[in-house]
């Protein structure tokens, strides 16, 4: 079974940073592109990043360009989300996907003073 | 970016009885190799959420054939016949034919 297990999310000051990974199993990693959605509060769903499978391309949305960086390792199974200059509004439960067809459980992240 | 329009925004199903949803896209969502990237899924409290039905019409592994998707372009129907009470929950879908990816506003499907 395709298992997608986040970490490193918790709570950090404006202007912080954060390091979240997630260490996928049960599917050939290095095969796939990841991608990294988040859910503010009480909110939707909305797409952050995505890595492709080899790592050579990437993608962010316009509201995290610049401050967020994606990357992965296909020797650990293991893709990572960068999260530096971080705003209030920046707090969420971050997820990790396998192009929707696996989610995580999630892991939140709180901005705040 | 791709803007996806559900409606209606909550639903109240009375046990047994049918329900549909509808997503809009602004522009078509067939991409250069003919497919059509329309996934929905659904999130039910507390939990992550879960692809239902892919590109439109596969509903995926373990999904009850209750569920079934229809639609092309940029008009698209999730159905639910029969609803059960384990069917609440939240109802996105999505569009994967080009990045962004982008998610409806979301249904709140609820037990009359």
């Known amino acids: 079974d395709v298992q997608l297990v986040e970490s490193g999310g918790g709570l950090v000051q404006p202007g912080g940073s954060l390091r979240l990974s997630c260490a996928a199993s049960g599917f050939v990693f290095s095969s796939y592109s990841m991608y990294w959605v988040r859910q503010a509060p009480g909110k939707g769903l909305v797409w952050v990043s995505h890595i492709s499978a080899d790592g050579s391309a990437t993608e962010y949305a316009d509201s995290v360009k610049g401050r967020f960086t994606i990357s992965r390792d296909n020797a650990k199974n293991t893709v990572f989300l960068q999260l530096n200059s971080l705003r209030v509004e920046d707090t969420a439960v971050y997820y990790c996907?396998?192009?929707?067809?696996?989610w995580g459980q999630g892991t939140l992240v709180t901005v705040s003073s | 970016d791709v803007v996806m329009t559900q409606s209606p925004l909550s639903l109240s199903v009375t046990l047994g009885q049918s329900a549909s949803i509808s997503c809009r896209s602004s522009q078509s969502l067939v991409s250069s190799n003919g497919h059509t990237y329309l996934m929905w899924l659904r999130q039910r409290p507390g939990h992550s959420p879960r692809r239902l039905i892919s590109s439109v019409s596969n509903r995926d592994s373990g999904v009850p054939d209750r569920f079934s998707g229809s639609g092309s372009g940029t008009d698209f129907t999730l159905t639910l016949s029969r609803v059960e009470a384990e069917d609440v929950g939240v109802y996105y879908c999505?569009?994967?034919?080009?990045?962004?990816?982008?998610f409806g506003q979301g249904t709140i499907l609820e037990i009359k």
């Open positions: 999505m569009q994967a034919t080009y990045w962004p990816h982008t």
């Open positions: 996907t396998k192009g929707s067809d696996s």
